[in-house]
């Protein structure tokens, strides 16, 4: 149980246009969801927290009309990253938690973006 | 603030070799977890500890989690070149709502 889908896995786009990224709970349902970014053999960098029916929360130096979240529904969070450019060129992670007690994060299987 | 330090951040080793990763904090936590994940994948839960002084096994990996919740250990025995990935250590940050997470290690098993 507790899968988390994420979408699409690769994508290469444009300098200047934007992508979309999902990140689905597919089996029970998350009123938080966790964006990531992350760079080679490094840990993940924490962008924003997606909260289900209201604004995200976004970590310090993350640009929040760059990089628009929205969490419509219980089981959906999609990452946009608007004007795409070489340096936003990144690994980008999900991850979302049943939120039992001491229930652990589950992540998506994340999203290699390249820009052009 | 609640920080992870986790060493080494990089380890190589020959196959059938035994290693020890360590998850370090001064801020005590209710549980925390221990994920590895493979190049261009998502991190995969590996194990939680939640009790202070608590032993998991799994296969050929024993976690530790400290006896003040405060620190954690991962030591793999007779290492395999399937064992390769980057491990992370994580812990919930319950004030802020999010988890903290170390800044890996990533692990090299040669054949």
């Known amino acids: 149980g507790a899968v988390v889908s994420q979408h699409p896995s690769r994508v290469i786009c444009k300098s200047g246009t934007s992508v979309k990224i999902e990140c689905r709970s597919l089996?029970?349902?998350?009123?938080?969801m966790f964006w990531y970014r992350q760079f080679p053999k490094q840990s993940l960098m924490l962008m924003a927290t997606s909260n289900e029916g209201s604004k995200a929360t976004y970590e310090q130096g993350v640009e929040k009309d760059k990089f628009l979240i929205n969490h419509a529904s219980l089981t959906l969070s999609t990452l946009t990253v608007t004007s795409a450019h070489p340096e936003d060129s990144s690994f980008y992670i999900c991850s979302a938690s049943p939120r039992t007690a001491y229930s652990p994060l589950h992540f998506g299987n994340g999203t290699r973006l390249t820009v052009t | 603030t609640q920080l992870l330090e986790q060493s080494p951040q990089f380890l190589s080793i020959q196959e059938g070799e035994n290693l020890t990763v360590y998850c370090n904090s001064s801020?005590?936590?209710?549980?925390l977890q221990w994920y590895r994940q493979e190049p261009g994948e998502g991190p995969v839960l590996l194990v939680t500890v939640v009790t202070g002084g608590e032993v998991k096994k799994l296969k050929r990996l024993t976690f530790q989690f400290g006896d003040a919740r405060k620190d954690s250990s991962l030591h793999i025995t007779a290492a395999q070149p399937g064992d390769t990935g980057l491990y992370l250590c994580?812990?919930?940050?319950?004030?802020?709502?999010?988890?903290?997470f170390g800044d890996g290690t990533t692990l090299t098993v040669k054949p």
């Open positions: 089996d029970f349902q998350a009123t938080t």
């Open positions: 994580a812990g919930p940050n319950t004030n802020a709502g999010k988890s903290t």
């Open positions: 801020s005590v936590f209710s549980s």
